[in-house]
């Protein structure tokens, strides 16, 4: 047997899933009795020197007409054309496996209805901690249980930078020109740093828990380039690092999403996730926290979880899971990220550090400075206060100068 | 709908199991359409108190004589008689699921082979790391790629004890009290701290990446009760911590199982796998590292992972599934511990380190001095030395007067 599949997109990924197949043909065959068979290829691009140069068509329409196709991975990028070459798939009769993460989180909603309404698969468990295979776990293993908050490190180019900045003590810049010249970042970084990426993975892994799917806009989402090394420092003195996390909180019959760096404390184990490595640590009512750790990126490993999508298709397997219905979530199920209370590490630079703190004191209540502070600085940790009581504080004056206010993950 | 079931043994992972299902009663029938119905619980004790005392039963041959009762939860623990309650059970065309990981790693290639007889299912994802998915897992997203190695904490009692020697710089025999105090630590330790239970567990992840379960001889076993605050001290100086390590190799067309106390650095994140909780790490040819976090013991994650077996069968899952063929790993599959090489940490008590390391360097060649030895030691690192060397080695006396050999994770 020979299940003939065709690859839309043939750069990091897409080559990779050839290549992961190659490797795998005999513990594929061992699960499913089959084999297989890349197809076509569809690329704008020729590869007269690939192995594969011979299949790659140039008109998605070749693909659409073959019946023999059952399977499609999308490894495009981009919300455009990806989506409606999704949806010609899905009217042809053919299920789509994809890492696709900005399509997923963009139309999820109407790709999950299309792929119902014409009996076919839509997986994408490569969108998420590429290799790591978190969302099959959440899908089968885990979905009995409540999953009552999300945190994650989901985005490998900026924990690179996190990582340099705390251990070499560079700057954010001088990080993410050593991550640019390791191929790490892009050369336009935006979507990275600006929490953009991550915003995407936490849409999807707090869909696959609710059925609902947020929109960017429901995502309050702040931007990692402002991390400072005093930041770090600061971190360090009070026991733990800087982390970018993604966090999805499960808030009885609604949630909040956000996206943001993080004090993090090193006896959470998130604060060790290190280099390019993703971890996504769920907590659940009854299973407690599982903690999920390994590469987010990679030709390699994000093919390997697009070819455990196509294998999960070609067993059966996916028939067994619980067909996703995603619906929008709507502005009533996701409360405003204003109503959510947190601890701040709050900076303030100030003459005198008592003084700072004592009005920190008058103003907020419960207040913990943080000692070893730079000369001409004040730092502290406050108690819970609500992200919009905060705002109030520091549009007042009333804290003073502030540098830098980051929230404590808890 | 409703799905009757039958517990074995009402302790703490029985009861668990009736308080899961309780509580997962929404998200069963939404995977399932179906409720799980705990018909009966086997029991030596009554339990006039628990709202299942009526269900108690006393006898085997009521759940066997009842056909409606399909799928049985062994948490007895135990070979005996779990083992033949469970072959009785497959007999009587029940599917099992189970924690009793003495009695899958014990019995599995029997067990397996009878449940393929009778048409049943025989699943034991509680039987590792508690409510770590991680066996599904290996079974479904990973079992396209080759597992080429696993690392892993396995054992909660003991990461407790090691966690608080080095937090608290606590001994350890200390921290064992500490540890039965808390509940975390049984009476008789044994099993834990002489590295049986991490045995039974790399036991059973080995076969379910091989198909070979090994017996207990053929996995070298080391107590971790010699690990001093010394050592610890050491390995903290030497940039990391030690923890005990269930180990698999995949070398080719056999492979290694060992279960030791080891340095394992800082940048390795099962080093930050700290308390009582497990950390499992596999390293994939395709997918690279990955780590799987949690709780490795406790009732009511236990018994979700047995829960999520349950579904399983009831949703078909476990259908797509390989089906696993268990044989016994002959002698010549499983390599001697003795021919393979490891880096070592090695101290000796010696007036002059400055000699001690330079007789260590006579003998093994690679040696780099660990510095800030307490008074009247000498330490040192060697490169890789075949275990049988190591031996001779320590066993020639050429090395002085040796107080600690501990093997390096790499």
Partial sequence: MMTDIAILGFGVVGSGIAKVIERSVLPVRRMTSDTIN?????????????????????????????????????AMGGVHPAYEFTMACFAAGKSVVTSNKELVATCGVELMNAAKKHHVHYLFEASVGGGIPEIRSMRTSLAMDTVLKIDGIMNGTTNYILTRMKSEG???????????????????????VDGYDAQRKIIILSAVTTDRLAAAEQVYTETMTKVSTLDMDAASRWGGTVKLIGSFRNLGDKMALFVCPRFVPFADPISHIDDVYNGIKLTLEMTSDVMYYGRGAGSYPTASAMVSDIVSIMTGAVKAELHMKWHRADDDFVVPFETLDFCYYVRTSSHSSHDAIESAKNVIGDVRELSGSPKGCAEFITGRVTESKMREYLASGALGSVESVIRILD
Same sequence: chains 1, 2.
Avoid: Q
């Avoid at 076509?40 to 329409?61: A, N």
């Fill in 38 to 74: 890349v197809k076509y290829i569809l690329d704008k691009r020729d590869f007269p020197d690939s192995p594969y140069g011979d299949r790659v068509v140039k008109d998605l329409t070749v693909i659409l007409s073959d019946g023999d196709v059952k399977i499609v991975c999308e």
């Fill in 170 to 192: 560079l700057s954010f810049e001088d990080a993410l020109a050593e991550a640019k010249a390791l191929g790490y970042a892009e050369a336009d970084p935006t979507a990275d």
